[in-house]
Structures are given as C-alpha cells and as structure tokens.
C-alpha cells in the first residue's frame, strides 16, 4: 500500500504474490510478519506438503516492476512440530514463532527457525516449549521479545478454569539447554478477565495488554478488558495484573481481536471486535485510554471511531495491532466490511 502524492488521493495497492490455492507452498492466511534488506518474511497458517503450515519468504525483483520470488523456507513436516502457524518475530537472523495447536499435546508449541550456515541449505526448526494444555497455557498468541532474548507472550485458554496466562520462556544458560516457561499470570475469568489476546510493552518493562472476555460487565461472555501487568521488585516476585478498563458494551464496544498500541504519554489504542450490544455500532470501535494524572486514580476511555454498521464500507470487525504513525494517524485492518465485505485497511487521523 503506498500513499499518495497528494494528500486526499488514493493509496495505490500492488498484489506482488498470489498464492495458488491447495498447493505446496500455502492454502490460506499469508501475513507478512517482517521486513529485511534481503526481502520480506512472512508465514500462512495452513499449507506446505502435509498442510500444516509454512514459512516462506518474499524477495524483491532486482528491478522495478519485476515479479516477487516466493520461496519456502520451513514446512512443518508433522503436528509435532507444530500446527497453523500464527506469528514470527526476527532476533538475530533467527526466527522465533508460534503455533495455536500441534506439539506433543497439540495446545501449541514455541519454536525457533535457524537459518542455514551455507546459501540454499536447509532452516532448522527447534521447538522450544511444548504447552501441556493446563496450567502453563493452552494456544500460545503472538511473541513479544524482551531482554537478555527472554520471551513473552500470551495464551487464549488454560490457566485458571481455561481462562489464559501471560507467561515468558528464558532462553538456556548453555547452548542445547532448555527453555524456561514461567508464568506470570494467570487469568481468573472473572473482573481480571479472560482470553488474552496480545501483549505490548511500555516504560520499566510494564506489560500492557487486552482481553476477550471477562471484566466487571456483562456482554456473552463480559465485555473484555485492557490490563497493565507490573514486574515484581525483587526477582522471583509476583507479578502485580491491574484492570485498567473494563469495557462497558455500549458506545466502547466489546470483545477485542488484538492488543494495545503505546502513544505519546503513556496513552493506549485499541480496538474492539463488536460493538455495543444494542446493535448500534455494530462493526467495532476504535478507543484511546489515557492514565491518570494522579497515581490510582481512573483511566479515561475515548471512542475514537465507530464502525458504524455490519456492511460499512470503513469496514467491521477491526482484527489487527494499530500503527502508530507520525502525527498520531493510526492504521489498521478490518477482518470484513468494506464495498465487497471483504475487509478494509483504515486510516484514522486525529
């Protein structure tokens, strides 16, 4: 997508690969997860040989107007190394990522994709952590890397009563050691909320994140909350988990598809997958939440943009992570809605 000349026009979009349905190479879902001066990297969910995911890669043509090279980089050769791919990140030329099912007791593995040490070689996969289902988690979400390469991340399920946890993997003291999984929270399904959906991290290694589900209102299944984890003071302590809003289902919306983004003065955006439970708005929201002025006191909530129907053409059901770009605009997807209901990317500016 790149921006027009002129302020107002249209973006311009460039298809730069097409993926053949049921073949090898992917069968649904590519996203482009990270970009390198060598091309870009991205996974599907499904596909490669046995149809349980791939990573594959996009390099740019050497000149303009030339076709992208897809090639694969790892397919995941059976459900123990992994199932449905659904998030990377980049540390250090290796890959780290997640898969939803799959592993030993098929809730989910963590894994690593080494590249090759000569060019054409293969990528070696290493799962780092198997999820039991219980109370380590069960269907690990999106990766967030933190110092000393320790990661962190969430899951949708297991836990207390199959209601998620934040947890960090350590990486071992001495090569060909394993992980550590530590949890470092572990959802009630109740005020605290339930089903994390991303984590994103802010001043003094503060955790910021959203759930689903659960909160101090009704909704289904509660309304979903926005959620500030704090890092004990010693090492080894608890971790503190405070609710920082808990979404009402009215004119803020309810059940939110993705985590928070970080602003200019602590301020946090998100958005929800629904709107009120009346029907009006019903396509979502966008919201920003500002802190306090004053230690302990409220968080203060503003809707930013309502996705006004079911068919808008701004789109429904808002799914991704916002962009926070220069001057406050934020950008961001939307699963459907749009002219033909097949999705929008947005822009909203302030």
Not at 5 to 17: C, H, M, N, S
Not at 181 to 194: H, I, M, P, V
Not at 253 to 261: H, K, S
Not at 303 to 309: K, V
């Amino acid at each position: 997508m790149t921006p027009p000349a002129a302020a107002g026009d249209a973006w311009t979009e460039e298809l730069i690969y097409s993926f053949a349905p049921l073949s090898n190479d992917t069968f649904a879902y590519p996203t482009v997860v990270a970009a390198k001066s060598a091309g870009v990297l991205g996974f599907t969910e499904e596909g490669g040989a046995a149809f349980l995911g791939t990573i594959f890669a996009l390099t740019p043509p050497a000149q303009p107007g030339g076709q992208w090279a897809e090639t694969d980089l790892y397919d995941f050769p059976n459900r123990a190394a992994g199932v449905a791919p659904t998030a990377l990140i980049a540390t250090g030329g290796v890959l780290y990522g997640t898969a939803g099912s799959g592993g030993t007791t098929g809730s989910g593995v963590v894994f690593s994709l080494t590249p090759p040490t000569s060019p054409g070689g293969a990528w070696t996969e290493t799962v780092l952590y198997n999820f039991s289902g219980g109370s380590d988690g069960d269907g690990p979400n999106s990766l967030l890397p933190g110092a000393g390469g320790v990661l962190y991340s969430t899951t949708s399920a297991g836990g207390n009563a199959n209601n998620g946890v934040v947890f960090s993997l350590t990486p071992p003291a001495a090569p060909g050691g394993s992980w550590s999984e530590t949890l470092l929270y572990a959802f009630n399904g109740g005020s605290d909320g339930s089903g994390p959906v991303g984590i994103t991290v802010g001043s003094g290694g503060v955790l910021y994140g959203a759930t689903s589900e659960g909160g101090s209102n009704a909704c289904p299944f509660g309304c979903g909350t926005v959620f500030s984890l704090t890092p004990p003071i010693a090492p080894g302590g608890d971790w503190t988990e405070a609710v920082l809003y808990s979404l009402t289902g009215e004119n803020d919306g309810y059940d939110p598809l993705a985590g928070v983004t970080i602003g200019g003065g602590g301020v946090l955006y998100g958005t929800t997958g629904a709107g009120d439970v009346a029907g009006n708005s019903a396509g979502g929201v966008v919201f920003s939440l500002t802190p306090p002025s004053e230690p302990g006191g409220a968080w203060t909530e503003v809707t930013l943009h309502n996705f006004a129907s079911l068919r808008s053409n701004d789109g429904q059901e808002p799914d991704s992570r916002l962009l926070l770009s220069a001057g406050g605009v934020l950008y961001g997807t939307a699963l459907l809605g749009g002219f033909d209901g097949e999705g929008t990317v947005f822009e909203l500016k302030p």
